[in-house]
C-alpha cells in the first residue's frame, strides 16, 4: 500500500510538471535538454533530474512517450519497458493474466506484474547523444560520472507495482514501475531480527521472573496456600522452608500451629462421630422396639380377638347349639392358637440369630434330599391347592450349612410361594451354578411381579404386600426376615428378582449355598 502510494504520488507530480511545461510551450524533447552553464559545466532538466529522484529515493522507473510514438527516459537501453509499455497502451494487455488489477480509472492503471524481468543493466561508457528514442541524462558532471551512476539502482524483482496510461492531454502516454520485493526483503529481515529479539527478551524475563519468584515470592505463595487450607481444615501441607529470617520463623510456627489444629479437630471429629453413631444407635433401637410391639401387637390382636370371641360364643347358652357349630368354634380358636405360637417361635429365632446368640453346626448336607423333605412335608396343602411343584435339582449336589436352618430357609420360600401363586398354580425349584464355590438355590411361584422398591421391602419384619391377603392365609410377615438372617449368619446371599420361566411370569426367591 505504501508503494502504491509512492506511484500515485509520482504520477501526480508527473502530470502537473508536464502540465505547466505543455502551458508554457515545452514538448517532452525540450524538457530532457540539459541547461548549460560554463562555470559548472552541463546541468540535467528539472524534469529529468525529478525522474531520477524518483528512482534513486523511491526506486520509481519512468519511461514517457510523445504523439510521435517516440519514448524518454533515463535509460539508453530502455526497450523492455518501451515494448511493455507499448504493449498497456496499444495491445490492451492490462487485461494479462499475469497482472493484479490494484486501482483503474480513465487516465491510469495500476497493476502487480508478478513476472517482471527487471531493467536491463546499464551500459556506463555510453556517451550523451541528446534527446532520442533510448536517452540517458546522466544529470551533473562529466559522462565519465561513475559516482552518481552507481546510485542508479539495478532492478531485478519477482514483482512490480506498474502505473500506465495517458496524461490529461491525452497524447502522453506514460509508464511508471516500481519494485515489491525490496518491501517483501525489509518485511521478512524485520520479522526475524523481531522475532530472535523477541525471544531473547523472553528468555532472559523468564529466567528473571524465575529467579525472583523463587527468592521472593514464593515462600511468600507457600504460606498463603497453606493458610487458605488451614482455613479450610486441610492440613496436609507443611512449610519447607529451612531460612532464619521472619519468613522461615513465621513457616515454622504455621507448621507447628497445623499440627496443633489438626490433632485437635481430629480428636473432635473422632468425638462428634462416635456421639453421633451413638445417637443414631439408639434413635434406631428406640424405633425397632416402638415398631416391633406395634407389630406384635398388631399381628396378635387379631388372633386373640378370634379367640375370645368365639370363647365367648361357646360359653353362652344358646348360640352354640349344635356340635357342628362348636367343633367349627373350637377348630377357628385353634387355628388362631397356633398361629400365634408360630409367631412366637418366629420371634424367638429371628431374635436368636440377630443377637448372634443362635449357634451354627455346619455339616455337609445333600441339596436334593433337603429340598425333598421340604416338599414332602408341604404335600397335602400343595395336593389340596392343585399346585405344580416341579423339582429341578441334582442329586449330587452337596451344600455346606447348618441342617436345620437350611430347612427354615427352604420351608419359608415354600410356605411363600405357596401363598403367592396364582391361578397357573405354578412352583419350581431349580439350581444355578454362581461359581466353583456357591450353589444357587432358586424357587420360582407364577404370580404378580414386584418393582423394586417392594423387593427391598419384603425382607423387613412384619412387611406385606398385600395385608388383606395375607390375613387370609395366616402368614406373619417373618418369613423372609428370618431367611435374612440366616443368610447373613451363614456368611451367604439371599434375594430376589422377577422372572419368566415357560411363558409365565412370577417372582423368584434365592439362595446361595457354600459348596466348598
Same mark, same amino acid.
Not at 169 to 181: K, Q, S, W, Y
Given at each position: 500500500? #505504501?508503494?502504491? !502510494? &509512492?506511484? %500515485?504520488?509520482?504520477?501526480?507530480?508527473?502530470? +502537473? =510538471?508536464?502540465? *505547466?511545461? /505543455?502551458?508554457?510551450?515545452?514538448?517532452?524533447?525540450?524538457?530532457?535538454?540539459?541547461?548549460?552553464?560554463?562555470?559548472?559545466?552541463?546541468?540535467?532538466?528539472?524534469?529529468?533530474?525529478?525522474?531520477?529522484?524518483?528512482?534513486?529515493?523511491?526506486?520509481?522507473?519512468?519511461?514517457?512517450?510523445?504523439?510521435?510514438?517516440?519514448?524518454?527516459?533515463?535509460?539508453?537501453?530502455?526497450?523492455?519497458?518501451?515494448?511493455?509499455?507499448?504493449?498497456?497502451?496499444?495491445?490492451?494487455?492490462?487485461?494479462?493474466?499475469?497482472?493484479?488489477?490494484?486501482?483503474?480509472?480513465?487516465?491510469?492503471?495500476?497493476?502487480?506484474?508478478? #513476472?517482471?524481468? !527487471? &531493467?536491463? %543493466?546499464?551500459?556506463?561508457?555510453?556517451?550523451? +547523444? =541528446?534527446?532520442? *528514442?533510448? /536517452?540517458?541524462?546522466?544529470?551533473?558532471?562529466?559522462?565519465?560520472?561513475?559516482?552518481?551512476?552507481?546510485?542508479?539502482?539495478?532492478?531485478?524483482?519477482?514483482?512490480?507495482?506498474?502505473?500506465?496510461?495517458?496524461?490529461?492531454?491525452?497524447?502522453?502516454?506514460?509508464?511508471?514501475?516500481?519494485?515489491?520485493?525490496?518491501?517483501?526483503?525489509?518485511?521478512?529481515?524485520?520479522?526475524?531480527?523481531?522475532?530472535?529479539?523477541?525471544?531473547?527478551?523472553?528468555?532472559?524475563?523468564?529466567?528473571?521472573?524465575?529467579?525472583?519468584?523463587?527468592?521472593?515470592?514464593?515462600?511468600?505463595?507457600?504460606?498463603?496456600?497453606?493458610? #487458605?487450607?488451614?482455613?479450610?481444615?486441610?492440613?496436609?501441607?507443611?512449610?519447607?522452608?529451612?531460612?532464619?529470617? *521472619?519468613?522461615?520463623?513465621?513457616?515454622?510456627?504455621?507448621?507447628?500451629?497445623?499440627?496443633?489444629?489438626?490433632?485437635?479437630?481430629?480428636?473432635?471429629?473422632?468425638?462428634?462421630?462416635?456421639?453421633?453413631?451413638?445417637?443414631?444407635?439408639?434413635?434406631?433401637?428406640?424405633?425397632?422396639?416402638?415398631?416391633?410391639?406395634?407389630?406384635?401387637?398388631?399381628?396378635?390382636?387379631?388372633?386373640?380377638?378370634?379367640?375370645?370371641?368365639?370363647?365367648?360364643?361357646?360359653?353362652?347358652?344358646?348360640?352354640?347349639?349344635?356340635?357342628?357349630?362348636?367343633?367349627?368354634?373350637?377348630?377357628?380358636?385353634?387355628?388362631?392358637?397356633?398361629?400365634?405360637?408360630?409367631?412366637?417361635?418366629?420371634?424367638?429365632?429371628?431374635?436368636?440369630?440377630?443377637?448372634?446368640?443362635? *449357634?451354627?453346626?455346619?455339616?455337609?448336607?445333600?441339596?436334593?434330599?433337603?429340598?425333598?423333605?421340604?416338599?414332602?412335608?408341604?404335600?397335602?396343602?400343595?395336593?389340596?391347592?392343585?399346585?405344580?411343584?416341579?423339582?429341578?435339582?441334582?442329586?449330587?449336589?452337596?451344600?455346606?450349612?447348618?441342617?436345620?436352618?437350611?430347612?427354615?430357609?427352604?420351608?419359608?420360600?415354600?410356605?411363600?410361594?405357596?401363598?403367592?401363586?396364582?391361578?397357573?398354580?405354578?412352583?419350581?425349584?431349580?439350581?444355578?451354578?454362581?461359581?466353583?464355590?456357591?450353589?444357587?438355590?432358586?424357587?420360582?411361584?407364577?404370580?404378580?411381579?414386584?418393582?423394586?422398591?417392594?423387593?427391598?421391602?419384603?425382607?423387613?419384619?412384619?412387611?406385606?404386600?398385600?395385608?388383606?391377603?395375607?390375613?387370609?392365609?395366616?402368614?406373619?410377615?417373618?418369613?423372609?426376615?428370618?431367611?435374612?438372617?440366616?443368610?447373613?449368619?451363614?456368611?451367604?446371599?439371599?434375594?430376589?428378582?422377577?422372572?419368566?420361566?415357560?411363558?409365565?411370569?412370577?417372582?423368584?426367591?434365592?439362595?446361595?449355598?457354600?459348596?466348598?
Amino acid at each position: 500500500m #505504501k508503494k502504491k !502510494g &509512492i506511484i %500515485k504520488q509520482s504520477y501526480y507530480a508527473l502530470e +502537473k =510538471g508536464i502540465t *505547466e511545461a /505543455y502551458d508554457m510551450g515545452y514538448d517532452l524533447s525540450d524538457l530532457f535538454k540539459k541547461k548549460r552553464n560554463n562555470s559548472e559545466g552541463s546541468d540535467e532538466s528539472n524534469l529529468s533530474r525529478f525522474l531520477r529522484e524518483l528512482q534513486e529515493i523511491y526506486g520509481v522507473s519512468t519511461i514517457l512517450m510523445d504523439s510521435n510514438n517516440k519514448t524518454y527516459s533515463l535509460f539508453q537501453n530502455n526497450s523492455m519497458f518501451d515494448r511493455r509499455m507499448k504493449d498497456y497502451i496499444y495491445k490492451d494487455m492490462a487485461n494479462n493474466k499475469n497482472l493484479k488489477i490494484l486501482e483503474k480509472n480513465n487516465l491510469y492503471t495500476i497493476a502487480i506484474n508478478d #513476472k517482471n524481468s !527487471g &531493467i536491463p %543493466k546499464i551500459d556506463s561508457g555510453t556517451s550523451d +547523444k =541528446g534527446p532520442s *528514442e533510448y /536517452y540517458e541524462s546522466e544529470g551533473p558532471g562529466t559522462s565519465n560520472d561513475s559516482k552518481r551512476r552507481s546510485t542508479i539502482p539495478l532492478i531485478k524483482r519477482d514483482a512490480d507495482i506498474e502505473c500506465f496510461g495517458f496524461l490529461s492531454d491525452n497524447e502522453t502516454a506514460f509508464f511508471l514501475t516500481i519494485p515489491v520485493g525490496s518491501i517483501k526483503e525489509s518485511i521478512d529481515l524485520f520479522n526475524k531480527v523481531l522475532i530472535f529479539v523477541s525471544l531473547v527478551i523472553i528468555l532472559i524475563g523468564s529466567v528473571a521472573i524465575y529467579i525472583i519468584s523463587n527468592n521472593l515470592t514464593k515462600p511468600l505463595l507457600q504460606l498463603s496456600e497453606i493458610s #487458605k487450607k488451614m482455613s479450610r481444615l486441610e492440613f496436609e501441607n507443611k512449610y519447607d522452608g529451612n531460612s532464619e529470617d *521472619e519468613i522461615g520463623i513465621l513457616g515454622n510456627s504455621m507448621n507447628e500451629l497445623s499440627l496443633k489444629l489438626e490433632k485437635a479437630i481430629k480428636e473432635l471429629k473422632n468425638a462428634n462421630i462416635q456421639l453421633k453413631a451413638d445417637l443414631e444407635k439408639k434413635e434406631q433401637l428406640d424405633l425397632m422396639r416402638q415398631e416391633f410391639v406395634a407389630n406384635v401387637s398388631h399381628e396378635l390382636k387379631t388372633p386373640i380377638a378370634l379367640i375370645q370371641g368365639y370363647t365367648e360364643g361357646l360359653e353362652t347358652d344358646g348360640i352354640v347349639d349344635s356340635k357342628e357349630k362348636r367343633d367349627y368354634y373350637l377348630s377357628v380358636i385353634k387355628d388362631e392358637t397356633e398361629k400365634m405360637n408360630t409367631m412366637v417361635h418366629q420371634l424367638l429365632d429371628l431374635s436368636a440369630l440377630e443377637r448372634g446368640l443362635s *449357634e451354627l453346626d455346619i455339616s455337609r448336607i445333600n441339596l436334593n434330599e433337603i429340598v425333598s423333605g421340604v416338599g414332602q412335608s408341604f404335600g397335602l396343602k400343595i395336593k389340596d391347592q392343585n399346585i405344580k411343584l416341579d423339582t429341578d435339582i441334582p442329586n449330587d449336589i452337596y451344600v455346606w450349612a447348618d441342617g436345620y436352618k437350611a430347612e427354615e430357609v427352604i420351608k419359608n420360600y415354600l410356605s411363600n410361594a405357596i401363598n403367592h401363586v396364582d391361578d397357573n398354580k405354578i412352583i419350581k425349584f431349580y439350581t444355578t451354578k454362581i461359581n466353583e464355590n456357591y450353589v444357587r438355590l432358586n424357587v420360582f411361584n407364577s404370580g404378580i411381579q414386584l418393582p423394586d422398591a417392594e423387593m427391598i421391602k419384603v425382607w423387613e419384619k412384619f412387611y406385606k404386600v398385600d395385608k388383606a391377603r395375607t390375613r387370609s392365609y395366616g402368614g406373619t410377615g417373618l418369613g423372609l426376615s428370618i431367611v435374612k438372617a440366616v443368610a447373613e449368619q451363614h456368611k451367604t446371599t439371599c434375594g430376589c428378582e422377577n422372572k419368566e420361566i415357560d411363558g409365565h411370569g412370577g417372582m423368584v426367591f434365592y439362595f446361595d449355598f457354600p459348596i466348598r
